[in-house]
């Protein structure tokens, strides 16, 4: 088999196109919950901490001297992120919770049993005759 083919097929399984849509909504997932923490969330959380911006907070290791820009701990960014990952983490588990339910809901539902065949509802008749007889 010809690499190409082959590749080809790899490419037009389903679980590649569904791992390619989960990456492409993952990502537009992010951008809007990074939105959300650096635009609403953040402010409001920045007023009550005495107008801190998380994202300025850093740590100056050396200061700049001459051409050499000031080497800086930037711990802000990075609790910045922490509060991106724990909010991206509790929605994506706030979504498996509720498919999680809904998945419950039917597997609890109990399915009908199928209506007995012609064959059946004739022995039964037959065996019905039968106890009556003895």
Do not use: H, W
């Not at 690499?3 to 390619?20: C, H, P, Q, S, Y």
């Not at 809007?32 to 635009?39: E, G, K, Q």
């Not at 953040?42 to 801190?52: A, H, Q, R």
């Not at 007995?116 to 008749?125: A, D, F, G, V, W």
Request: hydrophobic letters at 50%; aromatic letters at 6%.
């Amino acid at each position: 088999m010809s690499i190409v083919k082959e590749f080809r097929e790899f490419a037009v399984r389903g679980n590649v196109v569904d791992l390619a849509v989960g990456v492409i909504i993952g990502g537009a997932f992010g951008k809007i919950v990074s939105s959300l923490v650096a635009d609403v969330v953040m402010p409001p959380l920045g007023v009550i901490l005495g107008g801190v911006n998380f994202t300025g907070l850093k740590l100056t290791l050396k200061k700049a001297e001459g051409a050499a820009a000031a080497v800086t701990l930037n711990y802000g960014s990075f609790l910045q992120t922490v509060v991106d990952f724990t909010i991206v983490a509790f929605a994506i588990f706030m979504m498996v919770k509720a498919i999680n339910r809904l998945r419950r809901k039917e597997e609890a539902a109990p399915a009908t049993p199928p209506a007995p065949t012609k064959e059946e509802l004739l022995l039964t008749e037959i065996r019905d005759v039968l106890r009556s007889r003895a």
